[in-house]
């Protein structure tokens, strides 16, 4: 069965993939289900378990892996966990073991994916600051890099029965996912393995890899047997929802240089007896300088990458259609706009004698107060030169999230 992928271009400028393994059985937890497909509370494990890794910070592909029979449910799960974010979401069929599962995962991944999170749904509960942190890490490092926990129980080694040998645990830790690596070492990694292993980092440092390791957290426990599950049901109910304002702020600039055969759009206004600009579309460079700054904050991309000049449909196109656009996607991504402010370098046009034309027209169009000022850059530069303009936005956006706490 082919992936189930998104649209073309939805994995655009996204360097970091999430392979979600989500394809065992729930034999060990006495369930008829698959293990990811396990209510707990009334939820999914995968659900769950989707819910950390759609609170990352880091825009990234997910791709689950999921039993052949439970694809549809699992797409179904991942589009109402991660909302706007779904179009980067890919489903895939898992193997009869779960080498061959995240193999299959990563043939999923986009080309420009550069590090790649292994994370099993089983660890449901596990935090998306972890994941976060497994990201940091490979940047920083370009190792592979694995989450652990102290070993806090005495260890024994045992034969024919008995203990023969207490070990030293100082040295041990119990490691959990998500696990993070260098797309290309992975890969390779997995192209010329040659037996099982226990888990990716294992395999990893089998080709002779450097893994790291950072600090994990309790929560990320692996749900495996009756007792897991029980365990997992006693957290929800002493789970306290409390939602706090996540406040993101958001910067975008962009340049135009006039051109005297086309009218002038700016500010969403039209400037009668103006030198108009050079552009795809309309070249309304505040417009667009406030588009790149919406899709920064909400951590969307930027302008080229949701309205390409290949698309004859955004040819002359008013700024009024990119910013009503860019508010939608703002919006379903969760995101309040609080304000705008915009500042125009140029010598003409006058901004001062249309700004509250300007600053009405705009908040209309972005729904929430947008500021315009102006200013010259003394004759420096190609705007000095009269040679065009350019435009810096800046925005405040607002969102409610709701965290987990004990």
Partial sequence: MPPDTAGTGAHSGIVVGIVVVAAGSGSRLGHPDPKAFVPVAGRSILAHALEGVFGSTERAQVVIVAPADWVAEA?????????????????????????????????ALAPGIEIVLVHDAARSFTPSAQFDAVIKAVRQTGAGVIPGLPVSDTIKRVGDGRATATIDRSDLVAVQTPQGFPRAQLASAYAEASADHTDDAALFAAAGHEVRVIEGDSQAFKITTPWDLR????????VERVERVETRTGIGIDVHAFDTARPLWLGG????????????????????????????????GDLGSNFGTAEPRFA?????????????????????INNVSVQVVANHPK?????????????????????????????????GRGEGLSVIATCLLERNRERRTR
């Avoid at 050079?278 to 904050?297: R, T």
Wanted: proline letters at 2%; a negative charge; hydrophobic letters at 45%.
């Fill in 75 to 107: 797409r179904d799960l991942a589009t109402a966990v991660a909302g706007a974010a779904h179009e980067s979401v890919t489903v895939v069929v898992g193997s009869a073991s779960r080498q061959g599962s995240v193999a299959a995962g990563l043939a």
């Fill in 231 to 238: 365990r997992a049901e006693s957290l929800i109910p002493t």
């Fill in 269 to 300: 206004v039209f400037w009668p007896g103006e030198v108009g600009l050079a552009g795809h579309s309309d070249g309304d460079a505040v417009s667009h300088a406030i588009c790149d700054a919406l899709l920064s904050a909400a951590g969307l």
């Fill in 316 to 336: 002359n196109a008013r700024g009024e259609v990119f910013l009503s656009a860019t508010v939608e996607l703002v919006t379903a991504a969760g995101f309040m």
């Fill in 351 to 383: 901004i001062g004698t249309r700004r509250s034309e300007i600053e009405i027209r705009l908040s209309d169009c972005v729904g929430a107060p947008v500021s315009v000022a102006a200013t010259t850059s003394d004759r420096l530069g190609f705007t």
